[in-house]
């Protein structure tokens, strides 16, 4: 898996628990004292050892905690990739073109046996978008918060459905993202 990911990863949690945290959870992991490269690849067991010891660490749920680093992660794909992302396109039109840009990072970024996800996006709906996805690697819920991220760049709210779910057992994972404009309120 590509070190940014690692890297984000290291950063979400010492910014959110503190840096004790992280040290506590790399010497559970077996990689205390290691550090990550933005430009280099990794195992993606390691990761998931380590965001398995932040669970424990921090009792919350797994997924709960990858949804939050995906969200933590949002604003700097965002600066990262604005540049080339149309300005007149909507967060919709965002998620639909989704995987041209991860085809193109993945193809540059992750090396050795992992297999890059599949996606298959849909618009289903004026304001929802679809995606079926499959990855051994069973990080959906990173995807998720990185969406609910980048709403708050179109300031949009996300709400999530999940009607299919490799975690529940389905072949993939269907995920319904519903666009919701914010309303700004008036002052008095």
């Known amino acids: 898996m590509q070190g940014f990911v690692f890297c984000e990863f290291q950063e979400y949690v010492q910014r959110t628990f503190g840096p004790e945290t992280w040290d506590q ?27 398995q010891q932040l669970s424990e660490v921090v ?42 840009f991860t085809d193109h990072i993945l193809a540059h970024a992750i090396s050795g046996t992992d297999v890059p996800p599949t996606m298959r996006c849909e618009k289903t709906g004026p304001d929802e978008v679809t995606i079926h996805y499959y990855s051994p690697r069973k990080m959906c819920a990173m995807g998720k918060g990185i969406v609910r ?29 519903h666009m919701h404009k914010k309303v700004a309120v008036a002052s008095e």
Do not use: H
Request: net charge neutral.
């Open 25 to 51: 959870i790399a010497e559970r992991a077996g990689v205390k004292g290691k550090s990550y490269s933005l430009f280099s690849s990794y195992p993606t067991p390691e990761l998931e050892g380590l965001i």
């Open 59 to 100: 009792r919350k749920p797994y997924q709960e905690l990858l949804e939050e680093c995906g969200m933590y992660i949002a604003p700097k794909l965002w600066r990262i990739s604005k540049r080339m992302i149309p300005s007149k396109w909507t967060l919709a039109d965002l998620i639909m073109n989704i995987t041209g």
């Open 149 to 177: 991220g980048m709403g708050r760049q179109y300031g949009v709210d996300v709400t999530v459905t999940e009607p299919q779910c490799m975690l529940r057992g389905d072949p993939e994972c269907e995920i319904v993202f």
